[in-house]
């Protein structure tokens, strides 16, 4: 697996919803002559770009290639020579409607997989035997293109024998397991072979806007109503995660409270065969079919009935049944903020409670009255008070961002009014835009302890970077976080109808006068992240953007020295105090040994190649490790499972910790203030 990739895919951006739309003629479908005004809004408005060119061109279709074969399994060296040729020039051939580069490059890669797929159904015959001591490069990144089809049946083999492994430890038997692998070269076959014209287009849309920066992306139609239910957090639907695995639809969740988990009747790991619309709609087969049309035709409005019909494996046994659903409007509660109480003995052996607050996402709903990160921890807050906790852990360890304008907010909870963030623009001569929460509440003025982690990114490094520059927060975990500093752009385009752009539009600054573009924000006191990684990180995405400086803008009114409102400055001396405590438990704890002991074999073996035995040998380990727990790895887990695993987590714990130890310095620090006034003697806060 390629971990930048992954982790990137995590990061979600820090938006600006405009309400601004392009203007295009009535026709609804993505056709050839959209993509040179769609690529011409893009540079109206990404914040480095503003026309086309010979570099921007090549990385198009250094994208556009990576995203065809990113395995580097069916194309060889002489096809990539090609179809850089086919696409050089495309620029100013799409200005003309001539779309024929893109046309014959997809012919050409549906031309290799199609050779591929004989290649395996030939390799997977009756004389095929799985060899355990084959060895890979699994990141593609770490291995070369094959020159010709002699190296390209070599690594095929080679990928071939570790496909095979995967099925046979989930203790599927060998032939079962080449039927699973040869049909899945088969579906992809069918999927390339039948990839429409606006997915052909969607493709090279989206390279190009890679091309620009790592954030910039277009949204097909379907990807911008997935990415408005991710903001919103609700969508009206049967409520259930679905996933696609050997040709099925298979429920992978239910949510609590949707029509799914009211029935009683599914479960996951059901998978679903066919859907029928109305009472009595005629049932669709939907094997094989690609998961999104899937998920079209379950989804649809409330109070209307969907049919499904459910595959069971059950004692040995497969059952079928229908299952009869009426749709209704989901909240996805598990991307919500949550809070919960702990209760711990500081070192001097009082009690204290610290509320552990979990944000895993910036979400905002941009309807009228509609939900918010912001709006939702403003609860939480009021909920932290009446409970009377003594600190405050807010976990951003696995945030990769969300909406600008609730960062700006949820900052702002912290502190009274204030500036949070300004965004810069393209054009050098306009002064940056300052964004600052006009809320004089300040919903929790204790002791505050930010959980931060590698992949923390966006409006996440806002929040926390901007609340370490006012001295407010103390900030946990990994040494820095993602270094995500830019602010997309979502547009639609004709209303939807042909997706969205995402452009890269600006910079921001946290109040300090940072850019935490790639450099992140660092922890005051660190210890070890399971996502440790040196290939985490913007540093590592294809053509990040540098970072910048401005001059702080911090607002002298965000402080509250006063009444119930007032909030102490994190001092040096405090985090020194809480750095020296932290590091001796994390020195003592066997929990940490075994992270750092994790992030140094995979360090050591990040450049070498995997050996099929040693892999089947740790997932053995681990079954048997989860066993004697009594775990399921392939149950779904109850939210209070779910619960329980997050704070088995070393990271949540030495949080946690690290909080009750700041609530007893700042209750001592309090009485010797008290004490000083009350003597005459005033201290002061280095």
Request: proline share 3%.
């Amino acid at each position: 697996m390629n971990i930048k990739k992954s982790i990137a895919n995590l990061v979600l951006a820090l938006l600006v919803f405009s309400v601004a739309q392009i203007s295009w003629a009535k026709e609804e479908d993505l056709s050839c002559r959209y993509i040179a005004p769609i690529l011409t809004a893009y540079l109206d408005r990404h914040v480095n770009y503003s026309e086309l060119n010979k570099e921007l061109e090549k990385r198009t279709i250094d994208q556009y290639l990576d995203k065809l074969d990113s395995g580097k399994l069916y194309l060889l060296e002489k096809d990539v020579a090609k179809i850089k040729s086919m696409l050089t020039g495309s620029f100013k051939k799409l200005k003309g409607n001539n779309c024929a580069g893109v046309e014959s490059s997809h012919k050409l890669y549906v031309k290799r997989v199609q050779e591929r797929v004989a290649m395996a159904k030939k390799y997977l015959g009756p004389k095929f035997k799985f060899d355990k001591n084959t060895t890979l490069y699994l990141d593609p990144e770490k291995r070369k293109r094959p020159k010709n089809d002699k190296e390209s049946e070599v690594l095929l083999h080679k990928y071939i024998q570790f496909q095979i492994s995967n099925y046979l430890d989930t203790d599927e038997t060998l032939e079962k397991s080449k039927e699973l692998v040869l049909r899945s070269y088969e579906r992809n076959l069918r999927r390339v072979s039948t990839l429409s014209q606006d997915d052909l287009w969607t493709l090279y849309i989206d390279s190009f806007a890679h091309a620009l920066d790592p954030h910039s992306s277009y949204f097909s139609k379907d990807a911008l109503k997935d990415f408005q239910i991710q903001m919103s957090l609700s969508l009206e639907g049967i409520g259930a995660s679905l996933s696609f695995k050997d040709g099925f639809t298979v429920i992978e969740q239910l949510i609590a409270g949707g029509a799914a988990y009211r029935s009683g009747k599914l479960k996951p790991k059901d998978r679903i065969v066919a859907v029928g619309q109305g009472k009595e709609g005629k049932f669709e087969n939907v094997i094989e079919m690609d998961l999104r049309e899937v998920v079209k035709k379950i989804r649809g409005p409330k109070g209307s009935t969907v049919r499904l019909t459910v595959t069971r494996k059950e004692g040995g046994e497969t059952k079928r049944m229908v299952v009869n659903l009426i749709r209704d409007k989901i909240k996805l509660e598990d991307d919500a903020a949550h809070v919960y109480f702990q209760k711990r003995k500081d070192k001097a052996g009082v009690d204290r409670k610290v509320a552990v607050v979990t944000l895993p996402s910036f979400y905002a709903d941009s309807s009228l009255r509609g939900r918010s990160g912001s709006k939702d921890l403003k609860k939480i807050f009021k909920q932290v008070r009446e409970q009377k906790a003594d600190s405050v852990v807010f976990d951003l360890s696995t945030n990769g961002g969300g909406s600008l304008d609730d960062a700006v907010k949820v900052a702002g909870l912290f502190f009274a009014r204030g500036n949070v963030v300004k965004q810069s623009h393209r054009d050098p001569r306009r002064p940056e835009l300052a964004l600052a929460d006009e809320d004089p509440s300040v919903d929790w003025a204790g002791p505050l302890v930010i959980l931060i982690g590698r992949i923390s990114a966006s409006a996440s490094e806002i929040v926390s970077g901007t609340l370490k520059e006012y001295r407010r927060a103390v900030i946990v975990g990994s040494e820095h976080t993602f270094g995500k500093g830019t602010v997309q752009s979502v547009e639609p385009l004709k209303g939807g109808d042909l997706g969205a752009i995402k452009t890269t539009v600006g910079m921001f600054f946290t109040a300090g006068g940072a850019s935490t573009q790639v450099r992140g924000v660092r922890s005051d006191i660190t210890f070890p992240d399971a996502f440790d990684d040196d290939d985490v990180g913007e540093a590592k995405l294809d053509y990040s953007l540098p970072p910048k400086t401005i001059s702080p803008f911090l607002s002298a009114e965000a402080y509250v020295t006063d009444g119930p409102r007032a909030w102490d400055l994190v001092s040096k001396s405090t985090i020194k105090q809480l750095k020296v405590r932290s590091e001796k438990r994390v020195a003592a704890s066997e929990k940490f040994k075994e992270i750092e002991k994790d992030l140094k074999e995979a360090k050591e073996k990040k450049d070498k190649p995997v050996k099929l035995s040693d892999l089947m040998s740790k997932r053995k380990d681990a079954k048997e490790e989860a066993k004697k727990k009594g775990e399921d790895l392939d149950r779904v887990l109850t939210a209070e499972e779910k619960e329980k695993k997050y704070f088995e987590r070393a990271d949540v714990q030495e949080a946690i910790n690290i909080a009750v130890d700041y609530a007893e310095i700042d209750a001592t620090q309090k009485k010797i203030n008290l004490g000083s006034t009350r003597t005459g003697v005033k201290s002061s806060s280095n």
